[in-house]
């Protein structure tokens, strides 16, 4: 099995590139089989290479490596042999109108109520014909001849689907400067590079039928298509790249972990429940392309937002340590992690709290003469998970407080937070000294 993912590097990958990436991988490791990255960048005008090493890291950042690489631009000579070859198959015609004089055509056939589908009036030029509009300066782009039968497919997410070649119109495939259209590449490409499932967007349907005819025409096998509804965002507007949809280069720099995201697209459209998981091996065991439904999904940041924190609640400390350390938190171990981790929604979150237990903060007053107490009862060391308790039930003898009017004062001075992880975990490791320095300079 072979599967590909083939972006062009005309903008930065969306969520909506990102989750057919995803599938792609996962659909590919779940059978043993390898994932292609092919870079269409046959347009040069629009493709550049900052966009493409921002596609490569994207995809790394995700996490999903590649088993082959290939780039279209460097494989124009296969193109142009395939071309060859349907022309003398009689399969690829040379067609000389202009792009006003298609348009023109188009619009007199919508206005009589027909498809607007090309007429073929290119097919009944004879040799003189051609020559003396090549001599006028006119360069033919060439068109592919379909075949006016039933084209029929069974879809993996879709299930059968037909078409009749009567009712497509022949797509052109090289220009009339001798550039290929997707159409063209992409089959040579899939058929040369051994590609044997195609998982893209729905809006290629009808390129699949054109597909399979030119596969045929080139004597090869098709493989199995899944086409899945298209991600919208949370309006139901469609993403591009050229607007910056919601790009993974701008959820990298939010701080959204690359696995709540992965968890979040693997599942979205499925009727399986949003969990988050802590690896991609996890996810792989749970695909299944089968699961994917034909309604279309919308990407909720809110709901990605929600497991990106779950995800944090349950990363142990050896997975985030390399990252604390690169952060320069000294000092950031894993009671610490196991302490605060309920609490972050970003990962970045975990600098406050390494200020409140390991460096200085500005300490929240509210009743000092309350805090000046509070100093005198602290208990001494060492500390463990009951001081908080016996340290607050001595406050509350000793004062009369309880509730919010007991503890709330005591988090502000000692966090500078109105919330945040239990203080019985947290005040062990803030540490007795560094606790009455803040309860003084409150009090």
Not at 37 to 47: G, N, V
Not at 287 to 311: C, M, Q, S
Not at 319 to 340: K, N, T, Y
Not at 421 to 427: Q, R, V, Y
Request: glycine share 10%; aromatic share 8%.
């Amino acid at each position: 099995m072979k599967v590909r993912f083939a972006p062009s590097p005309t903008g930065r990958l969306h969520v909506g590139n990102a989750r057919i990436a995803l599938l792609n991988w996962l659909w590919a490791r779940k059978a043993g089989g390898r994932f292609l990255l092919r870079l269409d960048d046959t347009d040069a005008e629009r493709s550049t290479a900052a966009f493409a090493a921002g596609i490569e890291a994207d995809l790394a950042w995700l996490g999903l490596g590649w088993d082959e690489f290939a780039r279209q631009s460097g494989r124009h000579e296969h193109y142009a042999a395939a071309a060859e070859r349907l022309k003398a198959a009689g399969r690829l015609y040379p067609c000389y109108e202009t792009a006003e004089e298609l348009e023109l055509k188009r619009r007199l056939q919508l206005k009589s109520g027909r498809p607007p589908l090309y007429d073929r009036e290119a097919l009944g030029l004879d040799a003189a014909a051609r020559a003396e509009l090549e001599a006028q300066g006119r360069r033919p782009h060439w068109r592919f001849r379909l075949e006016h039968g039933p084209i029929e497919w069974h879809d993996a997410v879709r299930g059968l689907q037909r078409f009749e070649g009567d009712k497509l119109s022949d797509p052109v495939l090289l220009r009339a400067d001798g550039r290929p259209l997707y159409t063209l590449s992409s089959v040579v490409d899939d058929l040369e590079l051994g590609v044997t499932h195609v998982l893209r967007g729905e809006d290629h349907v009808a390129n699949t039928a054109v597909q399979l005819q030119i596969l045929e025409a080139l004597g090869g096998a098709a493989p199995i298509f899944a086409h899945l509804p298209l991600l919208t965002d949370e309006k139901g507007q469609g993403l591009s790249k050229r607007l910056g949809s919601l790009s993974l280069e701008s959820l990298r720099e939010e701080g959204l972990e690359p696995l709540a995201l992965a968890s979040y697209l693997a599942r979205l459209g499925t009727p399986d429940p949003l969990e988050p998981r802590q690896s991609l091996e996890a996810l792989v065991e749970g695909f299944d392309v089968g699961r994917f439904g034909r309604a279309t999904p919308k990407y909720d940041p809110v709901e990605l937002a929600h497991l990106n924190a779950r995800l944090l609640h349950g990363m142990a400390y050896e997975s985030v340590r390399p990252w604390l350390e690169a952060q320069g938190l000294a000092g950031f171990d894993e009671a610490l992690w196991l302490a605060v981790r309920g609490n972050l929604a970003r990962r970045g979150e975990a600098a406050l709290w390494h200020r409140v237990a390991r460096g200085a903060i500005r300490p929240l007053v509210e009743e000092p003469d309350y805090l000046a107490e509070a100093a005198r009862l602290l208990p001494p060391e060492p500390w463990g998970g009951e001081t908080w308790r016996a340290w607050t039930e001595a406050l509350k003898q000793a004062t009369g407080r309880k509730g919010k009017a007991l503890f709330l004062p005591l988090r502000l001075a000692l966090t500078g937070q109105p919330h945040g992880p239990e203080m019985s975990e947290l005040l062990p490791l803030i540490g007795r000294e560094r606790a009455l320095e803040r309860l003084r300079a409150a009090g």
